[in-house]
């Protein structure tokens, strides 16, 4: 009988997990021996190395078995001296346990991101909270920008809706600052980081980036600490813009004043101004024919002679601030132009004159003076020819002999009446008014009659104007060497009025004007086509919306740092503690610490100088966390080195 004997193989992932079983009994036996050494474990401590490598023998055991339930322990044992290709095995087992380790890298590495994302949550939804305030702060803005400022409701104003939501805006904004730069504290003294960075980070770090999530100060002092090349000087530079929040939020609204409109219920605000559209205020007081001026026409004359200066009429006007519509009245309009002189001179004096009727003589003396005004005549043939209705037309004529020199000056003057339309205003009770056109043609009527559809004046009291101006403008002066005459009062004001004539036909115009519209007739009394609009200042909303940058641009900033410090925190494997205590009181501290804080923690200072000793913090093989002591306080190079480089 013949017999062929055959070689067993076994697939190449059992050589790697029994070469895996076989290193790892190695480092539990290399490990127990190195706790034995140490002396500021507990038996704890010890007692848990053991079970984590009792049971992790005993996973890899379970999950060979797993893997080939069709082979035993015992045939490993057997399959040793089987012959095979070791080579070949070496190289598939070798190749099998890298792709293995990195399928094991990225599924790890996708549990450490998950994970750091939930433990998140909070600073997600403070961002959220802050985005909401934001957005809710820019919609109340939006709405009321331009318009009233608004009364909400008994003691809310829009400044404490404004101040609400800017520090709620804060407050969140704060707590994921405050937050990343607490976690970045465990990230500065982690080992892993200071070995990728090659930075060395102190005990009174701790205490650094404490007060910097706190306060004003203590984020200034991590900014001076960091030099300013640290990714949580970004956390510290946040926490210093948001202690300005309040105070820039009162930049971001302004106030100013607008004239608004006014409604009273009861009375009109801005009735309708003094104007006219008919006049014929004289009156007969006996049976006679003769008809004279109301005392108001003739004081109104007499004022516009004399005075120096002419109020302006000055509506009715319940706020001080009213407009009016462009409206036309029945005014008076005058003009001074100038005539030439004649002069004649013998051996006693001069002769000057401007017409036959208007004249005068003067002496010759230093400082003599004469003065004469006379009224012209409208011939009858073209009075109602005359498509300008006027009410006083004169002369005037002045001379005067100084130092051997002598000045004269003549003027030929005219009063008529016309149509003119006002733009009037008033604000803060101060009254505007302009006249924007003139009309010189005016109608003239043969009978009084109060109901015309045109503007017009009567004929009577053209005529009644006419002749008391005749009378008041037939005058002379006189000063012959410091002996003064004069025939009026009248005369006397006309002759002071001689340097400035046009001024002084402006009062007499305006004073007359003045009169035609307060005591003259309108068609339709009750019209309200020229009424006005009062107004009264109001507050409006003016929003400065450069200031609302500056929110949403801290928002921004501190999303950025919260997802690079979630980064950082991942690539160094550091827990994710931001501000909890607890892990202090969980962690382990090596013996030489221990001993440096024993004789400095009760000294003057002590503490400062035991905040100088290097500082790390690592995860040991059995999972527990050892604050490990690097350098001492002799050593610079916790001063960050790289003055030119960006630490994260």
Request: net charge negative; charged share 20%; with cysteine.
């Given at each position: 009988?013949?017999?062929?004997?055959?070689?067993?193989?076994?697939?190449?992932?059992v050589?790697?997990?029994?070469?895996?079983?076989?290193?790892?009994?190695h480092?539990?036996?290399?490990?127990?021996?190195?706790?034995?050494?140490?002396?500021f474990?507990?038996?704890?401590?010890?007692?848990s190395?053991?079970?984590s490598?009792?049971l992790?023998?005993?996973?890899?055991?379970?999950?060979?078995q797993r893997?080939?339930?069709?082979?035993?322990t015992?045939?490993?044992?057997?399959?040793?001296?089987?012959?095979?290709?070791?080579?070949?095995?070496?190289e598939?087992?070798?190749q099998e346990?890298?792709?293995?380790?990195?399928?094991?890298?990225?599924?790890?590495?996708r549990?450490?991101?998950?994970?750091?994302?939930?433990?998140?949550?909070d600073?997600?939804?403070?961002?959220?909270?802050?985005?909401?305030?934001i957005?809710?702060l820019?919609?109340?803005l939006w709405?009321?920008?331009?318009?009233?400022v608004?009364?909400?409701?008994?003691?809310?104003?829009l400044?404490?809706?404004?101040?609400?939501?800017?520090?709620?805006c804060r407050?969140?904004?704060?707590?994921?600052?405050?937050?990343?730069?607490?976690?970045?504290a465990?990230?500065?003294?982690?080992?892993?980081?200071?070995?990728?960075?090659?930075?060395?980070?102190?005990?009174e770090?701790?205490?650094?980036f404490?007060?910097a999530?706190?306060?004003?100060?203590?984020?200034?002092?991590?900014?001076?600490?960091?030099?300013?090349?640290?990714?949580?000087?970004?956390g510290?530079?946040i926490?210093?813009?948001?202690?300005?929040?309040?105070?820039?939020s009162?930049q971001?609204?302004?106030?100013?004043?607008?004239?608004?409109?006014?409604?009273?219920d009861?009375?009109?605000s801005?009735?309708?101004?003094?104007?006219?559209?008919?006049?014929?205020?004289v009156?007969?007081?006996?049976?006679?024919?003769?008809?004279?001026?109301?005392?108001?026409?003739?004081?109104?004359i007499?004022?516009?002679?004399?005075?120096n200066?002419i109020?302006?009429?000055?509506?009715?006007?319940?706020?001080?601030?009213?407009?009016?519509?462009v409206f036309?009245?029945?005014?008076v309009?005058?003009?001074?132009?100038?005539?030439p002189?004649t002069?004649?001179c013998?051996?006693?004096g001069?002769?000057?004159?401007?017409?036959?009727?208007?004249?005068?003589?003067?002496?010759?003396?230093?400082?003599?003076?004469?003065?004469?005004?006379?009224?012209?005549?409208?011939?009858?043939?073209?009075r109602?020819?005359?498509?300008?209705a006027?009410l006083?037309?004169?002369?005037?004529?002045?001379a005067?002999?100084?130092?051997?020199?002598?000045?004269?000056?003549?003027?030929?003057?005219?009063?008529?009446?016309?149509?003119?339309?006002y733009?009037?205003?008033?604000?803060d009770?101060?009254?505007?008014?302009?006249?924007?056109?003139?009309?010189?043609?005016?109608?003239?009527?043969?009978?009084?009659n109060a109901?015309?559809?045109e503007?017009?004046?009567?004929?009577?009291?053209?005529?009644?104007?006419?002749?008391?101006?005749d009378?008041?403008?037939?005058?002379?002066?006189?000063d012959?060497?410091?002996?003064?005459?004069f025939s009026?009062?009248w005369?006397?004001?006309?002759?002071d009025?001689l340097?400035?004539?046009?001024?002084?036909?402006?009062?007499?115009t305006?004073?007359?004007?003045?009169?035609?519209?307060?005591?003259?007739?309108?068609?339709e009394v009750?019209?309200?086509?020229?009424?006005?609009?009062?107004t009264?200042?109001?507050?409006?909303?003016?929003?400065?919306?450069?200031?609302?940058?500056?929110?949403?641009l801290?928002?921004?900033?501190?999303i950025?740092?919260?997802f690079a410090?979630?980064?950082?925190?991942?690539?160094?494997?550091?827990?994710?503690?931001k501000?909890?205590s607890?892990?202090?009181?969980?962690?382990?501290?090596?013996?030489?610490?221990l001993?440096?804080g024993?004789?400095?923690?009760?000294?003057?200072k002590?503490?400062?100088e035991?905040?100088?000793?290097?500082?790390?913090?690592?995860k040991?093989?059995?999972g527990?966390?050892?604050?490990?002591?690097?350098v001492?306080?002799?050593d610079?190079?916790?001063?960050l080195?790289?003055?030119?480089?960006w630490?994260d």
């Amino acid at each position: 009988m013949h017999t062929s004997t055959r070689q067993a193989t076994f697939p190449s992932s059992v050589e790697a997990d029994k070469r895996r079983l076989a290193f790892d009994i190695h480092a539990m036996i290399s490990s127990l021996q190195v706790l034995e050494n140490v002396q500021f474990f507990s038996p704890y401590h010890v007692s848990s190395f053991t079970n984590s490598f009792t049971l992790r023998i005993m996973y890899s055991t379970v999950e060979l078995q797993r893997r080939h339930p069709h082979r035993s322990t015992t045939a490993f044992s057997r399959g040793l001296s089987f012959n095979h290709d070791g080579a070949t095995d070496e190289e598939n087992a070798s190749q099998e346990e890298s792709n293995h380790l990195l399928s094991e890298k990225i599924e790890r590495g996708r549990r450490a991101y998950l994970v750091a994302l939930q433990w998140w949550a909070d600073e997600y939804k403070s961002a959220i909270i802050c985005g909401l305030s934001i957005i809710i702060l820019s919609i109340v803005l939006w709405y009321f920008d331009g318009k009233l400022v608004p009364r909400l409701s008994t003691g809310l104003d829009l400044d404490m809706v404004v101040i609400g939501l800017v520090t709620v805006c804060r407050v969140a904004m704060g707590n994921i600052v405050e937050a990343c730069i607490s976690q970045y504290a465990w990230i500065w003294i982690a080992k892993s980081h200071q070995l990728r960075t090659k930075t060395v980070a102190r005990l009174e770090d701790f205490k650094l980036f404490d007060e910097a999530s706190r306060g004003f100060l203590g984020s200034v002092a991590l900014i001076w600490r960091m030099k300013g090349l640290h990714l949580s000087c970004i956390g510290a530079a946040i926490i210093i813009l948001t202690h300005g929040f309040e105070t820039f939020s009162q930049q971001m609204v302004d106030y100013i004043e607008r004239p608004v409109i006014f409604e009273n219920d009861t009375e009109r605000s801005a009735p309708v101004n003094y104007r006219s559209d008919h006049w014929d205020n004289v009156e007969q007081r006996d049976w006679s024919t003769n008809l004279t001026l109301q005392l108001s026409t003739k004081a109104a004359i007499y004022t516009g002679v004399i005075a120096n200066e002419i109020p302006v009429l000055e509506p009715p006007c319940s706020t001080g601030n009213c407009t009016w519509p462009v409206f036309p009245s029945i005014a008076v309009c005058g003009e001074c132009t100038r005539k030439p002189v004649t002069a004649q001179c013998g051996p006693d004096g001069c002769f000057y004159s401007i017409s036959p009727h208007t004249s005068v003589n003067v002496l010759h003396g230093d400082g003599n003076e004469a003065f004469s005004m006379h009224p012209i005549a409208e011939h009858p043939s073209t009075r109602d020819q005359s498509s300008t209705a006027y009410l006083s037309k004169f002369e005037v004529v002045a001379a005067s002999e100084h130092k051997s020199t002598t000045n004269s000056t003549g003027f030929e003057c005219a009063l008529w009446v016309c149509m003119k339309a006002y733009e009037t205003s008033m604000s803060d009770g101060h009254l505007s008014q302009s006249i924007i056109a003139k009309w010189n043609e005016t109608q003239l009527e043969t009978e009084t009659n109060a109901h015309l559809e045109e503007y017009a004046i009567s004929t009577r009291a053209v005529k009644t104007i006419r002749s008391f101006m005749d009378n008041l403008t037939d005058g002379w002066y006189q000063d012959d060497s410091g002996r003064v005459s004069f025939s009026s009062d009248w005369a006397e004001a006309i002759h002071d009025a001689l340097p400035a004539m046009s001024d002084w036909m402006s009062r007499l115009t305006l004073s007359l004007s003045n009169e035609f519209r307060k005591q003259g007739q309108l068609h339709e009394v009750h019209d309200a086509k020229y009424e006005g609009s009062a107004t009264k200042m109001a507050n409006f909303v003016k929003v400065r919306w450069f200031w609302m940058m500056y929110p949403p641009l801290c928002l921004v900033i501190s999303i950025y740092y919260l997802f690079a410090t979630i980064l950082a925190g991942v690539r160094d494997d550091v827990a994710i503690w931001k501000g909890d205590s607890m892990p202090m009181l969980f962690s382990c501290i090596h013996p030489d610490i221990l001993r440096l804080g024993s004789g400095m923690m009760d000294t003057h200072k002590g503490l400062d100088e035991l905040g100088r000793h290097g500082i790390a913090l690592a995860k040991d093989e059995s999972g527990n966390w050892v604050f490990e002591p690097t350098v001492g306080p002799e050593d610079h190079r916790g001063r960050l080195r790289r003055v030119f480089g960006w630490r994260d």
